[in-house]
């Protein structure tokens, strides 16, 4: 499986493994900073280590906890560091 760091900068570091079928991808959330809310026509699984910041999926926002959460295709959606230390997560995905 490779492993490629997609991005790196003072919001993130991501770093992608692709086996092909699967995409898994662990964030890096900097203190006190966003993701790029977005959706897709899949769905996608993430899976928090840490146990604080909030989630956004559509207009509902939840304090995150730790463990898995289905994001349904089509849902846009968004993470929300409101620490002042950096939050980590996993995600999976299908190509």
Known sequence: MAEIIRIDNEVYRII???SGTLTMSKTILH?????????HNYQEIYYFINNWGMLQV???FY???QGFVLI???N??????NENKDIEFICAWEN
């Open 16 to 18: 992608d493994f692709n």
């Open 31 to 39: 203190a006190l900073k966003s993701t790029n809310g977005h959706k």
């Open 58 to 60: 559509g207009e509902a």
């Open 63 to 65: 304090q995150i906890q």
């Open 72 to 74: 349904p295709p089509n």
């Open 76 to 81: 846009f959606h968004k993470v929300i560091n």
